[in-house]
């Protein structure tokens, strides 16, 4: 067990440890990786979107394991990227204070050890979770003291396969476009990373003024003295109900189509090691199991933001009550449902994302060739799921496979390190528990293709290595024996 007295205070001090610890395990690594150019560029070996946790992370992988020519690009402002200061709206953290998320392995590197220096001990102990705010601020120190090239304001508009078998990406900076030739690509985009928010079709039956999805940038000082509906009832559905009760509604209605809320996380009551690790390794009608199972159980919202809701007594849940329909009645909008009908001044839906690459239009051009479950895979029976029919079928390290094999070669150079992921290797790419080792996979899988790819060029380094390790002068051949050769001959 560690002596917590050995912890540094301050993050300087921290900061020094790390660096300590970084030098003791010999990392980064060496860059190993030979240049190349193409065009008249200089070629990126790996280009990371997006500037979140799952893409600092990726990059830190890679600088490690020496892969230095790599940058990672984020439309957003920087200390904005991600949904911890944007989007999100709930007070504090979902997942447990404890977990190494993207550490890597290395203590002085985890949110615990940032938190005690910036707050000391008794404020960890004190702590249940971790504010969002500090957890952006933690991602932000994370990037800075493990120098990640990230760049920001930086749009990729489209990704194209190149003939020479690399990418080409089409960026956008202040109004300039710009060109990067990668030779690997990772989609660390979240969990709309392979479409968008999910909203269903009756929407439509009303004005895009009066209703919201919950990832959007709502104006909840707005909604001040207005009659607010909710549609679903997880996590982000509560924490934007308990956002809009604080900024003032006069009364929240929410619409939930169970009987009852949701109480059990269950993959939480699996979480292990073996599921990390093993998941990837179960046969194809297991995963799916797995997963249609959890998923029709769903995830519970945490206790806090419940009671964050229901604390207001202006607050209302309507429990087996999916909307049957929707009308714009003056300035507000009536909602029905088989209990009944409520009018509300605006609208949110917490329905979640969805899967649809027609919405991403800088993968157009591999959209057509990127293989989903349901292109190889028969849905069980008695097991249909839309969201898993779509998602997509990865190899080893997160890469895309081709629908039709020979149609596409530069897909495999395209690696989807994002929620969509989970079908095919868990739950690795889109949480806090299990980001360093998913980060881990991605950078093995993508340096042993660098490796591979350059075979010839590191061949011809290992035969010009010229390096002598003896000089001939470290132990001379026995004279007599010398003689006696010399005799014989």
């Known amino acids: 067990m560690s002596d917590l007295s050995t912890f540094p205070d301050g993050l300087d001090a921290l900061e020094a440890r790390l660096r300590q610890d970084l030098s003791w395990l010999e990392l980064p690594a060496k860059s190993w990786v030979p240049p190349c150019e193409a065009d008249g560029l200089r070629v990126i070996d790996v280009v990371i979107i997006g500037g979140g946790m799952a893409g600092l992370v990726a990059s830190g992988m890679l600088k490690r394991m020496g892969v230095a020519s790599h940058v990672v690009l984020d439309k957003a402002p920087e200390g904005q990227e991600g949904p911890w200061v944007t989007f999100a709206r709930m007070r ?21 050890a940032y938190y005690e220096a910036r707050f000391g001990r008794e404020a960890w102990v004190a702590l249940d979770r971790a504010p969002r705010e500090t957890w952006m601020e933690y991602l932000v120190w994370y990037r800075k003291v493990l120098e990640l090239p990230v760049r920001n304001g930086v749009s990729v508009d489209a990704v194209l396969p190149r003939k020479d078998g690399m990418l080409d990406l089409v960026c956008s900076e202040d109004g300039k476009r710009e060109k990067i030739i990668a030779r690997h690509v990772v989609l660390a985009t ?77 993959f939480t009551g699996i979480g292990s090691q073996g599921v990390v690790h093993g998941f990837a390794g179960l046969p194809d009608e297991w995963k799916w199991r797995f997963l249609n199972y959890a998923m029709g159980q769903q995830t519970p919202p945490p206790r806090p933001s419940v009671l964050r ?35 509300v001044d605006f609208l949110t839906f917490g329905t979640g994302f969805k899967i649809d690459l027609s919405n991403r239009p800088e993968l157009a051009a591999f959209e057509p ?29 997160f890469e895309f496979l081709e629908r039709e094999p020979g149609s596409c070669p530069a897909l495999t150079k395209i690696h989807c390190f994002n929620f969509p992921a989970t079908l095919s290797h868990g739950k690795l790419t889109g949480d806090i528990p299990a980001i360093s080792e998913g980060a881990d996979r991605l950078a093995r899988g993508i340096v042993r293709a660098l490796f591979v790819a350059d075979r010839e060029k590191h061949f ?16 001379a051949e026995d004279e007599e024996l010398s003689e006696l050769s010399s005799e014989r001959t």
């Open 92 to 112: 504090t953290l979902r997942s447990p204070k404890q977990l190494t998320g993207p550490a890597m392995g290395l203590p002085a590197l985890t949110f615990r």
């Open 190 to 266: 979240g969990r709309d990373g392979l479409g968008g928010p999910f909203v269903p079709d009756i929407a439509d039956k009303i004005d895009r003024r009066f209703w919201a999805h919950t990832a959007d940038d709502i104006n909840f000082a707005a909604l001040n003295g207005k009659r607010v509906g909710v549609v679903g009832a997880g996590a982000s559905a509560m924490d934007n109900a308990a956002t809009a009760l604080e900024a003032g509604a006069t009364r929240l209605d929410m619409f939930v189509r169970r009987k009852e809320l949701p109480r059990i996380n269950k």
């Open 309 to 343: 809701v229901s604390a207001f007594q202006q607050a209302h849940l309507h429990l087996e009550s999916p909307i049957t329909d929707l009308k714009q009645e003056g300035g507000h909008v009536l909602v029905t449902t088989p209990r009944g009908s409520y009018s």
């Open 369 to 397: 060739h990127i293989r989903l479950w349901r292109d190889r895979f028969p849905t069980p029976a008695g097991m249909p799921n839309a969201e898993l029919e779509g998602s997509p079928d990865l190899g080893e390290a």
């Open 460 to 475: 011809e380094s290992l035969q010009a290595f010229d390096t002598q390790e003896l000089l001939g002068d470290e132990w």
